[in-house]
């Protein structure tokens, strides 16, 4: 008789969200995943509503009441609240799959902190086809070299509060990665006015918004006679939900750690 894996037992953090309400509607079809908390910031008027009405469980503020008996928190939220949950997180032993946008450069080495102490996963995007996209980008960076110029460009929804996305931040960290370079002192957001000459070296990244465009990322690398373009789009929240039930799947029981969605493809770790 095959043996039945055991239940991972998840709170959703940012439940009332685009993302969030996602990723519950995606779990109460998948019986290898059991919603036990539902997270909201405080003020909500959905605090005490049910977050799915199939599945029992009601929005809560309370970070730490809303973890209690989880064994994986997926995190969607601002970055503020992000903090405040991680650090609940912490104090219950809880892993965490990190997907808020928007978070700082010391907001990040705070989260590396907590990974000592738990299972930590942070990725701007979930997708699979975003993440195998930037694999290509920091081998094509690799093999190009600066002699090929690097532009990239996002394109995402009028609501979205950010810019530029996480994903197309993180590509721009694939290329200077690729290339032997630090973004912090290559790289440069949009254009305007008498710029001169595009630098040898520079990566660049352009941020458009409108509509409902759920996310599409483009990296040009453009040289003398020819180019490359490599895009993803995403034609559905649901890539981002599914990577994210995928990557607490891959987290739940993990020794304390700084993970990536490489290792959750790669299966490793």
Same mark, same amino acid.
């Given at each position: 008789?095959?043996?039945? +894996? #055991?239940?991972? +037992?998840?709170?959703?953090?940012?439940?009332?969200?685009?993302?969030?309400?996602?990723?519950?509607?995606?779990?109460?079809?998948?019986?290898?995943?059991?919603?036990?908390?539902?997270?909201?910031?405080?003020?909500?008027?959905?605090?005490?509503?049910?977050?799915?009405?199939?599945?029992?469980?009601?929005?809560?503020?309370?970070?730490?009441?809303?973890?209690?008996?989880?064994?994986?928190?997926?995190?969607?939220?601002?970055?503020?609240?992000?903090?405040?949950?991680?650090?609940?997180?912490?104090?219950?032993?809880?892993?965490?799959?990190?997907?808020?946008?928007?978070?700082?450069?010391?907001?990040?080495?705070?989260?590396?902190?907590?990974?000592?102490?738990? #299972?930590?996963?942070?990725?701007?995007?979930?997708?699979?086809?975003?993440?195998?996209?930037?694999?290509?980008?920091?081998?094509?960076?690799?093999?190009?070299?600066?002699?090929?110029?690097?532009?990239?460009?996002?394109?995402?929804?009028?609501?979205?509060?950010?810019?530029?996305?996480?994903?197309?931040?993180?590509?721009?960290?694939?290329?200077?990665?690729?290339?032997?370079?630090?973004?912090?002192?290559?790289?440069?957001?949009?254009?305007?006015?008498?710029?001169?000459?595009?630098?040898?070296?520079?990566?660049?990244?352009?941020?458009?918004?409108?509509?409902?465009?759920?996310?599409?990322?483009?990296?040009?690398?453009?040289?003398?006679?020819?180019?490359?373009?490599?895009?993803?789009?995403?034609?559905?929240?649901?890539?981002?939900?599914?990577?994210?039930?995928?990557?607490?799947?891959?987290?739940?029981?993990?020794?304390?750690?700084?993970?990536?969605?490489?290792?959750?493809?790669?299966?490793?770790?």
């Amino acid at each position: 008789m095959a043996r039945v +894996k #055991p239940l991972v +037992k998840v709170t959703v953090s940012g439940s009332r969200g685009r993302m969030g309400a996602r990723i519950i509607a995606l779990m109460a079809q998948d019986p290898s995943v059991e919603l036990v908390g539902a997270l909201e910031r405080r003020g909500t008027l959905a605090i005490g509503e049910l977050a799915h009405p199939a599945l029992g469980v009601r929005v809560t503020d309370d970070a730490a009441s809303a973890i209690r008996g989880a064994r994986v928190l997926i995190e969607f939220s601002e970055p503020e609240a992000t903090m405040e949950h991680m650090r609940a997180a912490r104090a219950s032993r809880t892993a965490v799959v990190v997907g808020t946008t928007g978070l700082s450069a010391a907001q990040v080495r705070a989260l590396r902190q907590i990974s000592r102490c738990i #299972p930590v996963l942070l990725s701007p995007n979930m997708s699979l086809g975003v993440n195998l996209l930037s694999e290509l980008v920091r081998e094509a960076a690799r093999q190009l070299g600066a002699s090929f110029d690097a532009e990239i460009i996002e394109v995402h929804h009028r609501l979205k509060k950010d810019a530029p996305s996480g994903t197309a931040l993180r590509l721009a960290e694939m290329v200077a990665e690729g290339r032997g370079q630090q973004l912090d002192k290559t790289g440069v957001y949009g254009r305007h006015g008498l710029t001169g000459e595009r630098p040898s070296g520079e990566i660049a990244v352009h941020a458009v918004r409108g509509g409902d465009v759920v996310g599409d990322h483009t990296v040009l690398f453009a040289g003398p006679f020819e180019r490359i373009e490599m895009t993803h789009r995403a034609h559905s929240r649901d890539v981002f939900a599914l990577g994210a039930i995928r990557a607490a799947k891959y987290l739940a029981g993990r020794k304390p750690g700084w993970y990536s969605m490489r290792d959750v493809l790669s299966g490793t770790r």
